[in-house]
DNA sequence: ATAAATTTGTGCGTATGTATC
DNA sequence: GGATACATACGCACAAATTTA
């Protein structure tokens, strides 16, 4: 060492750095006092000083006077917590999601946390951006509702990122297939069963059904409408199907023609199922339209629960949403994640069947 | 000096650092030499070099051998834009909110920032906690609907360490009287005297009304009300207000026996202004356990144009929130401050008098 | 172009003060 | 109180980079 051209103080420093590198030294443990350094090496104490110092600036010591030199925790430094937790869905104003992220946050902002807020419009680019930006804000932890659920995601890359990060995800409403996660959602099976068994139950035979294609919420709420009209051998006739994906969303609540060509073909039906109250309030509107009232000619029921279901003057059976109790229940999750108190958080709520008038016959 | 008690190296530390605050070396000047310091504090170099070295350390100052100690450039140190945006607002799902937070969005998201979420529940303490956890988060911007704004807020030194550190406010709805920045906000008393010339227009000569009394929003509706009734020479018979804070807003929406007791009041009354659909809604119902129907026997106006103004059986005349309108305005009037194209904004949007059911005499 | 002067960088020795055990 | 360890401070010497005469 002593050939060596480098000043003295930096070979101290280096000496200092692999002693602590080598794990020979645990944070809190004490270093060589300043005079025993001075005198293994043969310099003054000065340099000694000089050489902690500067390890002190960078951050891999602390001193206490009177007490000695300490290896400072570097895990605090790396491992620092932002305070602040990625919350992302598919829309932001629309329906359920003011609920949801109201629910997020009153669990995470008594834990002095704060939300990250983005939104995709169900769409994979937004997605990325959104994703790709809370990545540079080095969150501690993330909830995210996933886009278009059943297709392939391109963005995996990325949720790829958060994972060797070592960053948390809930997903919520849905997961990716090819992308293992802690989820949160409701048992939209469940859901879809219980509503088609109440119409059942009140005597329908030939019950229609309105399903968005491309998210899994649509896919097992159809599922569970298979499943009652398997239990009670009932056949499901095709034609009463309309099925409809993001992109056709707005033909269907705005495209009068549209719906009402599907209409006609439900001569038979006496029940409708629809994917949410949102299609399900239009539905009303537009069965009126032909003549066909609620519940007296068809029984209608929506999903969610939304204000919507409460409002209008046929108020709406519906199976509801958790809303605000999904979100804390994914606020939660998270912490248990970011806490390690668990590893992987897969959890399926119950829905709940809320009868109004829409599904009546009693008058 | 000499009399201090602090440590020399420090008093130099101080006295360079206010030599450079005050503005008399900028950036990449050359400071005194070392030899020079030391003369002037009669103190040795060796003292001179621990005061500058931390200097150098705290990113004040550098050093280049054989040249002088030079004034470090900070701008691209605290200048470095995190991207985030600050958004606070009283509540969160209910009503406008989900709307106006969507038109912040709609704007900023565009521009490559990201929210950041938080609300106060209308109360100061939590403000409170919201203004310092954003504090931490070194944002860019802020956008911030006010507490309880008739009140002195007790947060204002929180808003002043915003506005040190040179981070721009956006107030939305309302501002602080003792804390100047940028609004942009509804022109609350031309939608108070909107409402009230809609009604004195259409024949009505007793009007009640039912105003907030602890946010700017109430006392400016309750402004134009008056200032309506002064241009047509009407008078206000003071038992036809009703006053309510924040407290009292779920006893308005609740008791029924409080709200009756008013109603009981309005004898002579042919008009009701309220000071949001919520309240106004709720007085539809009240009114009507007591055979006072709407518009017939009285015609009633509400404010914000939620979407339970559209929703109920009788559809609800209101004066227009702006929402997302006023979200994308309060924005861009954020952008324009950082950008600093602007210094500082204060816009008041028209409201907009939207007639429907409950002010309509023709049937 | 070179030498001298200036300025920072490294290093040693010493002394005294202050906090901890 | 005494021993130990860090904190502040002075003075000196020489090396290396830069500027100036």
Redesign the pocket.
Do not use: D, M, N
């Given at each position: 060492m002593s050939l060596n051209n480098?000043?003295?103080?930096?070979?101290?420093k280096e000496f200092i750095k692999n002693y602590i590198s080598e794990g020979q030294l645990n944070p809190d443990d004490?270093?060589?006092?300043?005079?025993?350094?001075?005198n293994r090496?043969?310099?003054?104490?000065?340099?000694?000083?000089?050489?902690?110092?500067e390890l002190?600036n960078e951050g891999w010591l602390y001193?206490?006077?009177?007490?000695?030199?300490?290896v400072a925790n570097t895990e605090g430094e790396t491992k620092k917590k932002s305070k602040l937790i990625g919350v992302i869905t598919t829309y932001l104003k629309d329906y359920i999601f003011p609920d949801i992220i109201y629910g997020i946050d009153e669990i995470l902002s008594k834990e002095g946390y704060t939300i990250l807020l983005g939104h995709t419009n169900n769409e994979f680019e937004k997605e990325r951006n959104c994703l790709l930006n809370m990545l540079n804000n080095n969150l501690d932890g993330l909830i995210i509702e996933p886009t278009k659920s059943v297709l392939p995601n391109p963005n995996i890359d990325i949720y790829e990122r958060f994972k060797n990060r070592g960053i948390p995800i809930v997903f919520i409403h849905a997961y990716y297939n090819n992308f293992k996660a802690s989820y949160v959602m409701e048992d939209d099976i469940l859901g879809g069963y219980m509503a088609t068994k109440h119409l059942i139950e009140q005597g329908h035979q030939q019950i229609a059904g309105i399903f968005k294609s491309d998210d899994m919420q649509g896919l097992a709420r159809f599922q569970g409408f298979v499943q009652a009209h398997r239990e009670y051998n009932l056949t499901i006739n095709e034609k009463y199907i309309l099925w409809f994906s993001s992109q056709d969303f707005d033909r269907l609540l705005l495209d009068d023609t549209y719906i009402q060509r599907f209409i006609h073909k439900l001569k038979n039906c006496t029940g409708l199922i629809c994917y949410n109250d949102q299609i399900a309030i239009n539905m009303l509107d537009a069965l009126r339209a032909q003549g066909i009232y609620v519940p007296r000619d068809c029984a209608v029921v929506g999903f969610d629960n939304s204000e919507l279901a409460q409002q209008g003057e046929i108020k709406l059976t519906t199976v509801a949403h958790p809303k605000e109790k999904l979100g804390r229940k994914a606020a939660t999750s998270l912490l248990e994640l970011i806490n390690g108190t668990k590893e992987c958080i897969q959890e399926k709520m119950d829905p709940e069947l809320i009868m109004r008038d829409s599904t009546q016959n009693d008058n």
């Open positions: 480098e000043p003295k103080y930096i070979q101290v004490k270093l060589f006092s300043e005079h025993e350094l001075a090496f043969q310099i003054s104490r000065h340099t000694v000083r000089k050489a902690i110092g002190i001193q206490v006077q009177g007490k000695g030199t300490f």
